[in-house]
């Protein structure tokens, strides 16, 4: 069963800061690959950030320094921490899941959260 929940989206004043989660069911979590993308309007579908189960983190250039992507195993949940957020950062956000880190043909994907970064 492959079930992927987002919340934490909201607005902010540019240079604020959110934390959005994910909740993944226990299948989901401990077999594969996590990420976080971004849609603005008008805009292609990009992956902000992404781990595995081995750990190791990426980040877009654009968004380096300023989120963290997490896990916490004991609640099978992905989070983003996004600080110092620009009007840029503007998008709806999606939690991607991935058995081999293919997320766009053979991944699941959650319904998204906005996030609005206000001048």
């Known amino acids: 069963d492959v079930q992927l929940v987002e919340s934490g989206g909201g607005s902010v004043q540019a240079g604020g800061s959110l934390r959005l989660s994910c909740t993944a069911s226990a299948y989901t979590y401990s077999r594969g690959c996590m990420a976080w993308f971004r849609q603005a309007p008008g805009e292609e579908r990009e992956e902000v950030a992404s781990?595995?189960?081995?750990?190791?983190?990426n980040y877009a250039d654009s968004v380096k320094g300023r989120f963290t992507i997490s896990r916490d195993n004991a609640k099978t949940t992905l989070s983003l921490q996004l600080n110092s957020l620009k009007p840029e950062d503007t998008a709806m956000y999606y939690c991607a899941a991935s058995f081999v880190c293919d997320y766009f043909t053979k991944g699941y994907w959650g319904q998204g959260t906005q996030v609005t970064v206000l001048t």
């Open positions: 781990t595995d189960l081995l750990g190791p983190t």
